[in-house]
């Protein structure tokens, strides 16, 4: 089964402060995403990378950088967090080449910005 | 852009019973990709069932079928014989074909929470 393991569950941060959300994936997929889900929302698209080293912007990049220095590992970036960013993240991997297949998911990490 | 629409935030049906999730979307590709994913208090997104736009034939796994209408850009979900485990949060998404390879994000709709009546 596909592992995408989201290193944490809750995570509480300050205002300002520089925040790393890591995921990581253990089947070998090229592609990798990042969501943000807020309730009444659904799961908005903030970032995705179809290779090491190459990034995308998605949906709702703002206030948001990433990194994939290697082929298994996808973080994300607060640059400087702020209120309106505490929300539900969720981390996803899928293979290249194979259009119909789905994403799999991480467990999401609950994000506060106080 | 594309927009998904799920335009029940809230349904409820008795164990046992069938009930049907509807999902509309808007695009102007013709290859692209439809899932349904279900995600219980545990957070996991689960993936339910998917469908391709090229196929004609709806889908199907065990209790849960599709209902795709391509040109009324419709692609609901039907769950028979109702489990108190099918009780979650619905998410109808889509994918578009334009960059090839599944390299592209999913667009999904804001949801449907799913309440099974013991």
């Known amino acids: 089964d596909v592992k995408v393991t989201q290193s944490s569950r809750y995570l509480v941060k300050r205002t300002g402060e520089k925040v790393f959300l890591e995921c990581v994936q253990d089947m070998d997929h090229e592609n990798m995403f990042w969501y943000r889900q807020d309730p009444g929302l659904g799961l908005r698209l903030i970032y995705f990378?179809?290779?090491?080293?190459?990034?995308e912007k998605g949906d709702i990049p703002e206030g948001y950088s990433v990194s994939r220095e290697k082929k298994e590992r996808f973080s994300l970036i607060l640059e400087s967090a702020s209120t309106n960013q505490t929300s539900m993240y969720l981390c996803?991997?899928?293979?290249?080449?194979?259009?119909?297949?789905?994403?799999?998911f991480g467990d999401g990490t609950r994000l506060s910005i106080l | 852009a594309q927009t998904v629409t799920q335009s029940q935030p809230e349904m409820s049906v008795q164990e046992a019973e069938t009930v049907t999730l509807s999902c509309t979307y808007d695009t102007s590709e013709s290859d692209y990709y439809l899932f349904w994913y279900k995600q219980p208090p545990s957070r996991q997104m689960i993936l339910v069932i998917r469908?391709?736009?090229?196929?004609?034939q709806n889908a199907t796994e065990n209790r849960f079928s599709v209902n795709f209408q391509k040109a009324a850009k419709s692609f609901s979900l039907k769950i028979s014989d109702s489990q108190l485990g099918d009780a979650a949060m619905y998410f109808c998404?889509?994918?578009?074909?334009?960059?090839?390879?599944?390299?592209?994000?999913?667009?999904f709709g804001k949801g449907t929470h799913l309440i099974i009546q013991p």
């Open positions: 996803a991997s899928s293979l290249l080449g194979i259009s119909n297949q789905p994403q799999h």
């Open positions: 990378s179809y290779d090491v080293k190459m990034k």
């Open positions: 998404a889509y994918r578009g074909g334009e960059r090839g390879g599944g390299a592209d994000g999913l667009t």
């Open positions: 469908q391709e736009a090229y196929k004609q």
